[in-house]
């Protein structure tokens, strides 16, 4: 065995260790998948959008599919501890070059997450005040304000963040429970099962339904990137999966569910297409009154804010990782005091800056309202930031899923530890199929997703900035190998030798 050579980000104190525990990691799950926006926008658009009651089954199913997926990958979360859990699993499971590949695949569509949900979160601030009180201020100040509040939570103690977003995220599941209870309450048409019945979903409309399903569910596979900061990583990081996709798959169904019977089976197409997110609130407002539709309303915002630190703390870590194993610039694998990734942090915060206040200005000079075709000044960060840079995201994510599945199965190809043939095999097969169907999908309805009537060029140029990554990826991983084989034997390995059982590093052997 041969010593991996220092690099700056070896001297570094790392990232904290043993913070979090089961809840916390769970919370900070569920947190980025955002349970209130999902059930007020999510489920209003799916409805909107495919025009079929399938929507409560195609949540069940996608939490089935990521369920089947969460099998291999919390597998290997036992064996390969690693802030870039992707990035990790892809070099390990696959090869080293196809690793980077899905780093910056992984980096891209994370930022887009995160900074496609800027545009909502200042639409709906400057909307509100504008309804409540006449205020009329640019959608953009409130997201430098929240870049701000964003960045100062990234490079603090991971628990702190952990402990806003728990709290968030129980304030979300508290007022979705309610409107839940509202909605089976009022029941226009009975209690009814329509939305229910299998034939709903398993019809033309099921494409559509998984592709418009899954963005509710990304942030789901991020518990593996708080593996280094776990208390227990063997057992912490699977236990919060499997139950965030059990929590959030059984509530999403459930509420999806409850809002058809709320507003009525055979009215919840067109009430969705009429109202949008705003439904849901409407819905509130008519039934119970307006102080629970503005407190709903104030915890929308709240929900967006979690799953923007959510998303921000994934890239931040990826990019340590990166950074700490020479894939990227030595500065990035740089912590602080807190045992927070900074220059991540800091690295993520400037992007955000940069993209929004590209949008800002593109909204400006373009007078927002004249560029989409008459839609209200007011949506233009919506029906461009928000929209174009979500689905781009979780296009990504349900990419990168599909080959991460494909690495478990390489992984315990090699050696399968001990584990069945359904963990070791089948389960990461079937996910990986089931999943590249959907990016299929996704990819072929995507004209769709982004609101447009004919494709242009936001079309092609947003699916194709995955690809770019991906490739850009593999071809600077060859590029490593030939240049600088001592930090392409590192590829996917950065933990220090021993840590958390974490097997040293043999820099001449197996340098796929």
């Not at 369920?67 to 499971?93: E, H």
């Not at 402990?163 to 009814?192: C, H, M, R």
């Amino acid at each position: 065995m041969t010593s991996m050579h220092h690099s700056p980000a070896e001297h570094d104190p790392g990232l904290s260790r043993r913070r979090l525990g089961f809840g916390s990691i769970t919370f900070m799950i569920i947190a980025a998948s955002a349970p209130l926006t999902v059930v007020a926008g999510g489920v209003t658009t799916s409805y909107a959008v495919t025009g079929s009651l399938g929507v409560p089954l195609g949540f069940l199913l996608i939490a089935v599919i990521l369920t089947a997926f969460a099998v291999g990958y919390t597998a290997m979360s036992r064996f390969v501890t690693n802030a870039g859990a992707f990035y990790a699993y892809v070099a390990q499971g696959l090869n080293r070059a196809l690793g980077v590949g899905g780093s910056l695949l992984a980096l891209v569509s994370y930022n887009a997450m995160q900074i496609g949900i800027y545009g909502l979160f200042g639409f709906q601030i400057s909307a509100m005040l504008e309804a409540k009180n006449g205020t009329s201020t640019p959608w953009w100040l409130w997201v430098f304000l929240c870049i701000v509040v964003v960045g100062v939570l990234g490079v603090n103690r991971v628990d702190l963040s952990a402990k806003v977003l728990g709290t968030l995220v129980a304030l979300e599941f508290v007022v979705v429970i309610v409107f839940d209870i509202v909605a089976l309450g009022v029941a226009p048409e009975g209690v009814s099962t329509a939305a229910l019945n299998p034939a709903a979903l398993f019809g033309p409309a099921l494409g559509l339904v998984l592709v418009f399903g899954v963005a509710a569910f990304m942030g789901f596979e991020s518990g593996a990137i708080y593996g280094e900061e776990a208390k227990d990583p063997q057992r912490t990081v699977a236990r919060a999966t499997y139950a965030a996709v059990a929590i959030i798959g059984l509530f999403y169904a459930f509420s999806a569910w409850a809002f058809s019977v709320g507003v009525g089976p055979s009215a919840i197409v067109d009430a969705s297409r009429e109202s949008g997110p705003d439904l849901m609130f409407v819905f509130m407002t008519d039934h119970v009154g307006v102080l629970l539709a503005d407190i709903m309303s104030l915890l929308f915002i709240t929900s967006l804010f979690a799953a923007l630190q959510a998303f921000h703390n994934a890239v931040a870590r990826y990019l340590y990782s990166l950074g700490r194993e020479g894939v990227l610039p030595h500065h990035f694998g740089r912590t602080n005091r807190a045992g927070a990734p900074w220059a991540g942090s800091l690295a993520q915060s400037v992007l955000a800056v940069v993209v929004v206040a590209g949008f800002a200005i593109a909204g400006d000079a373009l007078g927002g309202a004249k560029a989409l075709g008459g839609a209200p000044e007011i949506l233009f960060p919506v029906l461009t930031l928000f929209t174009w840079l979500t689905n781009t995201g979780a296009a990504g994510l349900v990419l990168l899923m599909g080959i991460t599945a494909i690495a478990a199965f390489g992984y315990f190809r090699k050696d399968s530890r001990g584990l069945s043939v359904w963990t070791t095999s089948i389960a990461p097969l079937a996910s990986a199929a089931a999943l590249l169907a959907i990016f299929v999908l996704v990819l072929g309805n995507f004209p769709l997703m982004l609101g447009q009537t004919e494709p242009d060029a936001t079309t092609i140029v947003l699916p194709a900035l995955l690809i770019v990554a991906l490739v850009g990826g593999i071809i600077w991983g060859a590029v490593l190998k030939r240049r600088d084989p001592a930090v392409y034997a590192r590829i996917g390995h950065g933990t220090e030798p021993g840590a958390y059982g974490t097997a040293l590093i043999d820099v001449v052997g197996d340098q796929k």
